[in-house]
Each structure stands twice: as structure tokens, then as C-alpha cells.
């Protein structure tokens, strides 16, 4: 990403208007929500649709394809499993700037999209959202949706996520690595895409400091959405949810490097976030897994407020798949 005058827009923040309700609830303001567009007929460059994944946990998926796959069943698309941002608490796959994320990547990748619809917390804790992220890759595994069977690569297939849903990228392929990789079959995840990934500790990284009054993601707001999504009676945020690093990583981070993955890390300079990625890059590149990097200017979340650092995104996630495609 070059360096440029960062322009940041007016946030209405919901992170500093939590009210907290009995019953482990919090009320939520309401965000701009869109329909799947599925319209064979209408000029999008991509098409979507929503699909239940399970009822009772009011999970569903929303597939995106490029339209132009229409008349073309012969081409099958690589995966991008999609987890939104949110810090567990907030947002949904339907919400606008996540749509919209998603259709242009969809589009520019020259990929499948399946954006996950999750529990959120604190009314349903972690390890709930990781649950869902690997319901949704069992539902692939076996579905007969026509889009997926017609349209679809499953054996080349990437777990993508944006914040928290970059957490939730991470925690669903250690599962996959670990114990769920010859369940999935003919599923075959070839890699992770962590986008200004959603880690913290007790200990302060320096651009936890340094932004700790950030307008969109503040210290505080980082620190109260683990508080509401982390398990309860938990003692601090060093916990194998939040912290990557506890006790020396992940065992299972070798289950990665076993199956070939590769791992890419992105990140940018007026993040409070960007420091624990740089720091998980290098942690997971000294194990040797095979890992990528995307680090440059920018706030949290810039993408969907701009669309050339999306663009940005967009085009090295595309190299990615292309490097680890085989």
C-alpha cells in the first residue's frame, strides 16, 4: 500500500454506546442491512443468495459468484469462506459494507464468497462463533446446493476473515489442521487470510498505546469486547482465544505446516491492531509456517470506506490464492 494522506471518515461508534442488559445481553443499534441479489437477469457483476445453515442456531450463509459464471458451468471457483469484523459482538453477514466487501471480492478474486452469519456474543460466548465457522465448512462438504455443486473448487478452499472474523479464520483452521482436516474430504483448505486480525493481551503492544484513543477502535473497546466474548470466569485476555502467543502458540500450528498451508497477514499503520499482527506474522514465519504479508497506511477497517485500499486487498489475496494453489 503507498503512502498517502489518510482521509478518516465520521464514525457513529457503537463500541462507546454499549449498554449492557441482564441476561448476558447488550442492545445493539440497528446497521444498514442488504438483500441477496439473485437476479439472473439484472446487471450486477455479482450475484448472491442466502441458505440456512442451522436453524435452530439462526445461522445462514450468503454465497456470492460472479455473474458471468452463468453461462459458464465448465469454470469451477476457488472458496473464500468470509467471517465479518465486529469483535464477536457486532455486525452481521447482510450488513452493507460487508456485502459489499463481499460481491467485490467475489469479483476481483475470481472466487466463490460464502459469508457466514454467527452467534454473537455475549449471549452465545466463544467458542460459539468458531462452532459456526466449522458448520459452515461441514454444510459445503455435504450440500447439494446448486451453486456449490455447478460453480464450486472444494479442493481449493480459503478461510478469509476481516477483525474478528480474522481470529475466528484463525481458530476454525487450527480445528481443521488439528483433527477435521480427513472429515471434511473432498474439502481441502489451502491457506488463511487474516485481515487485521483480532488479537490482544494482558500485555500492551506499542500500537495498543499509542492509539489507545483511536476514533473507530479504541483501547477500551478492544478490551470490553473480549471481556463480553471470551468465555465465562475468564481471568484475563492471555487466553488461547485472544492471545496466539499463550504458552508458545498453538500445538496445532505444526498440523499447518504439515498440510502445506500458507498464512497471510495483513495490516495497516494507524491500527491499534497492527502490531499484534506483525508480531503473529513473525511468530508463525519463525515456525515455519509459510506466511505472507500485507502491512501499510491506513485505520482499521479502511477498506470499506475505501475503495482502492479494498482494491489493494483484493489483488494480493488473489496473488495468495495463486501461490498456494497447488
Known amino acids: 500500500m503507498a503512502s498517502q494522506k489518510i482521509i478518516r471518515p465520521i464514525f457513529d461508534n ?17 446497521e444498514p442491512l ?12 455479482v450475484i448472491s443468495k442466502d441458505v440456512d445453515l442451522d ?14 459464471l452463468i453461462s459458464n458451468h465448465d469454470e469451477k471457483l476457488p472458496v473464500i469462506f468470509y467471517y465479518h469484523g465486529g469483535g464477536f459482538v457486532f455486525f452481521h453477514a447482510n450488513g452493507y459494507g460487508w456485502d459489499l466487501f463481499c460481491q467485490g471480492l467475489a469479483e476481483s478474486v475470481g472466487a466463490m464468497v460464502i459469508a457466514l452469519e ?6 452465545n460466548r466463544l467458542p460459539a462463533a468458531y462452532d459456526d465457522a466449522m458448520d459452515g465448512l461441514h454444510w459445503i462438504k ?3 446446493d446448486e451453486w456449490v ?3 464450486s473448487d472444494l479442493s481449493n478452499v480459503y478461510l478469509f476473515g476481516s477483525s474478528s472474523g480474522g481470529n475466528m479464520a484463525y481458530h476454525a483452521g487450527l480445528r481443521v489442521a488439528a483433527a477435521e482436516y480427513k472429515e471434511l474430504e473432498p474439502v481441502k483448505i489451502k491457506g488463511l487470510i487474516l485481515h487485521q486480525p483480532y488479537f490482544s493481551g494482558k500485555n500492551r503492544t506499542e500500537s495498543e498505546e499509542k492509539l489507545k484513543d483511536d476514533q473507530l477502535l479504541p483501547l477500551d473497546a478492544i478490551d470490553k469486547m473480549f471481556d463480553l466474548s471470551l468465555p465465562k470466569g475468564t481471568l484475563d485476555h492471555d487466553h488461547e482465544y485472544s492471545n496466539p502467543f499463550v504458552n508458545g502458540g498453538s500445538k496445532h500450528l505444526d498440523d499447518m505446516i504439515a498440510r502445506g498451508w500458507g498464512i497471510l497477514v495483513t495490516g495497516v499503520s494507524e491500527d491499534p491492531l497492527v502490531d499484534a499482527g506483525r508480531n503473529f506474522a ?38 495468495f490464492l495463486n501461490a498456494t494453489k497447488n
Open 118 to 123: 454467527y452467534r454473537l456474543a455475549p449471549e
Open 282 to 319: 513473525k511468530f508463525i514465519e519463525e515456525k515455519g509456517i509459510k506466511t505472507f504479508k500485507l502491512f501499510g497506511d491506513g485505520y482499521h477497517a479502511i477498506e470499506l470506506f475505501d475503495p482502492s485500499m479494498a482494491a489493494v486487498l483484493f489483488d494480493t489475496t488473489k496473488d
Open 149 to 151: 455443486r455447478n460453480y
Open 14 to 30: 457503537p463500541f462507546l454506546n454499549i449498554e449492557e442488559l441482564s441476561g448476558d445481553t447488550i442492545k445493539r443499534y440497528p
Open 142 to 144: 455435504s450440500t447439494k
Open 55 to 68: 436453524i435452530n442456531k439462526k445461522t445462514w450463509l450468503r454465497i456470492y459468484v460472479p455473474r458471468r
Open 34 to 45: 442488504t438483500q441477496a441479489n439473485s437476479d439472473p437477469n439484472g446487471t450486477s457483476l
